[in-house]
């Protein structure tokens, strides 16, 4: 039997839904590879902060990044080599990371090296951008989504969690309007691809949503076809 290649399974949807952990569960449990993409535009912003450069300067970051080696491979992200992946979630790089993500030339740049990532391999990717501008041709495509209420639940349980005491309408809202925000953006807006299953995990746990997912495309596998919707 011939070894499937390049199959491509991409995750979309709103922050906090949960795509990340779906996504890494779901790679192991196709025994495919997992592509973070939102893990390379925090190391894009990592490199250019570190080198000094104002990250409000498109061209000039685009340009530096050029020379720079980013690499997302088995859950762990690389810069020239080093191994940056803890660095990469602190909260100052997570608020620099929307100049990178905001930037086109950036975009264009990531978007390069994700198709590269799925050359030759079977890959989860996720993100926002995955099912619609990265791999429009990918013949499995989730978007994941839940209500912004168990949104913020979840992350006020988080935020419990690391012993802070977050207030339920403030999260609330910061989800609703980050949701806004992330669909009316000019580059690289989170849309739904018109060929991708809608999963809905507010009522699911993340092994459920997996477990779903994952029979979805073992169908599509077996066939050697596209996940039918
Ligand atoms: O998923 P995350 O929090 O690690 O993503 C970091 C940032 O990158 C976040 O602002 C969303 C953005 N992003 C993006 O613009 N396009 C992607 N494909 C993935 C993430």
């Known amino acids: 039997m011939s070894e499937i290649t390049d199959f491509v399974v991409t995750i979309d949807g709103p922050a906090g839904g949960g ?41 000039q970051v685009a340009e530096f990044l050029k020379d720079r080696r980013i690499l997302n491979r088995d859950g762990r992200t690389f810069l020239d080599g080093n191994d940056i992946s803890d660095d990469i979630r602190s909260p100052l790089i997570t608020s620099l990371t929307r100049h990178t993500a905001d930037n086109p030339l950036v975009r264009r740049q990531m978007v390069l090296l994700q198709r590269q990532a799925a050359k030759g391999r079977n890959i989860v990717t996720e993100g926002r951008d995955q099912g619609t501008e990265v791999f429009p041709d990918a013949p499995c ?10 949104r913020a639940i979840r992350r006020m349980k988080q935020l419990q969690e690391n012993g802070e005491s ?7 809202a ?20 018109d060929d991708a299953h809608i999963v809905d995990s507010s009522d699911l746990s993340a092994q459920e949503v997996v477990s779903l997912m994952a029979s979805v495309v073992k169908e599509a596998l077996k066939t050697k076809s596209s996940c039918e919707i």
């Open 19 to 59: 795509k990340s952990t779906v996504a890494k569960n779901l790679a192991k449990e196709l025994n495919f590879n997992y592509l973070d993409t939102g893990a390379m535009y925090r190391t894009a912003a990592l490199a250019a902060y570190r080198a000094g450069i104002p990250l409000e300067e498109y061209p």
């Open 166 to 172: 977050p207030s339920y309408p403030e999260i609330l």
């Open 174 to 193: 910061s989800i609703i309007k980050r949701d806004e925000g992330d669909m009316a953006r000019q580059v690289g807006p989170l849309r739904k691809p």
């Open 141 to 150: 495509k989730f978007y994941l989504t839940a209500s912004p209420e168990v």
